[in-house]
């Protein structure tokens, strides 16, 4: 994940959080779960930071979105508590796994503050940005 990749990503994902009139956190980090880009939007609340970051690590630490993950580590399934690891993780939907054209993982985005169906929607909005 370069910095010029990361920052269309997040021009992308402020455009369609505006179009939806929401405020969020967007996180972008490379393959190794390393920030590359964040932005924090006027009046987001403080926590989506955090959440942000997590959805975003999550994805590229188990290379799957986080609202996969959720399917493995809610209360029933067979991972529940996975959350818990790497410093802690993210088991609801707003972190989206990065590949490039090849299909290898070249980061994640997280997005964080409104509802978890428009984190994923703003996120895949701007990952889209990847392949445009």
Same mark, same amino acid.
């Given at each position: $994940? ?13 455009a369609?959080?505006?179009? $939806? ?32 970051? /997590? ?8 290379q ?15 991972a ?18 990065? /590949? ?29 940005t990847?392949?445009?």
């Amino acid at each position: $994940m370069n910095c010029t990749a990361a920052h269309a990503m997040l021009n992308a994902a402020l455009a369609e959080a505006h179009r $939806m009139n929401v405020s969020v956190c967007i996180a972008i980090v490379d393959a190794a779960a390393w920030p590359v880009a964040f932005l924090r939007m006027d009046n987001t609340i403080l926590g989506a930071i955090d959440i942000a970051n /997590k959805k975003a690590r999550t994805a590229v630490l188990f290379q799957m979105d986080s609202a996969e993950f959720a399917e493995i580590a809610h209360p029933n399934a067979h991972a529940y508590t996975l959350e818990n690891t790497n410093g802690g993780l993210i088991s609801f939907g707003g972190g989206l796994v990065l /590949k490039d054209a090849d299909g290898t993982v070249v980061g994640a985005i997280g997005v964080s503050g409104a509802s978890t169906a428009d984190d994923i929607a703003i996120a895949t909005v701007a990952a889209r940005t990847l392949h445009a």
